[in-house]
């Protein structure tokens, strides 16, 4: 049998310090905001790395920067103001969001490698929406539009299941999902992530 699927019976946690970098496929909602009228629910994926501590066996906090990326995003059948008239067509912009979080995490006790972790989450995210452009409806002209950035509150909470292997490394899955103020409302994310515990 591999050397990683050995796994010793989950130690305690208390005082323990965890850094752990991850992987958030999912979709996210996204809306034009003051560039014009319209919205679009898309794939996204956020990279993260995160950093807590073990207040008890169960309870763990830290915090958690986030990154993510999309280019050439599509938002069809927008509605955007052109030399004063309301035109419809299609926008297409690109997003960066840079995030920063407070993480409170409790992960049950079951005395095996396996065990459930919730997380609730909440921070700041600076979203960026550069190279945004305009296409008329029937037109094969882009018409240039102002680049858009902002802070936005988030809060977001999620379900996995924690597996540790060899005594000091973790891997973990599961759901989450995220509310957030302004131009992203929503998004729902399947998290990946690995870890390793310092002492």
Not at 42 to 54: H, K, L
Not at 142 to 165: D, H, I, K, M
Request: aromatic content about 10%; charged content about 15%.
């Amino acid at each position: 049998m591999s050397l990683l699927l050995v796994s010793s019976a989950a130690r305690a946690d208390r005082r323990e310090w965890y850094a752990v970098l991850g992987l958030d496929p999912g979709v996210a909602h996204s809306e034009l905001g003051p560039t014009g009228s319209g919205e679009a629910t898309r794939t996204s994926g956020t990279f993260t790395a995160s950093g807590y501590y073990g207040l008890t066996n169960e309870w763990h906090v830290g915090a958690r920067i986030r990154l993510s990326k999309t280019t050439n995003l599509e938002v069809n059948n927008s509605v955007v103001v052109l030399n004063g008239v309301e035109t419809l067509g299609d926008v297409y912009e690109d997003h960066l969001g840079i995030g920063l979080g407070a993480v409170l995490l409790y992960r049950l006790s079951t005395n095996h490698p396996l065990a459930p972790l919730f997380e609730l989450e909440g921070g700041v995210t600076n979203h960026s929406f550069s190279r945004v452009a305009f296409i008329p409806k029937g037109s094969t002209y882009s018409y240039p539009q102002s680049n858009v950035s902002y802070v936005a509150l988030y809060g977001a909470a999620a379900v996995l299941l924690e597996y540790r292997f060899l005594t000091r490394w973790v891997a973990a899955a599961g759901v989450s999902v995220q509310r957030e103020s302004g131009q992203v409302p929503w998004g729902i994310s399947l998290p990946l992530r690995i870890g390793v515990i310092w002492w």
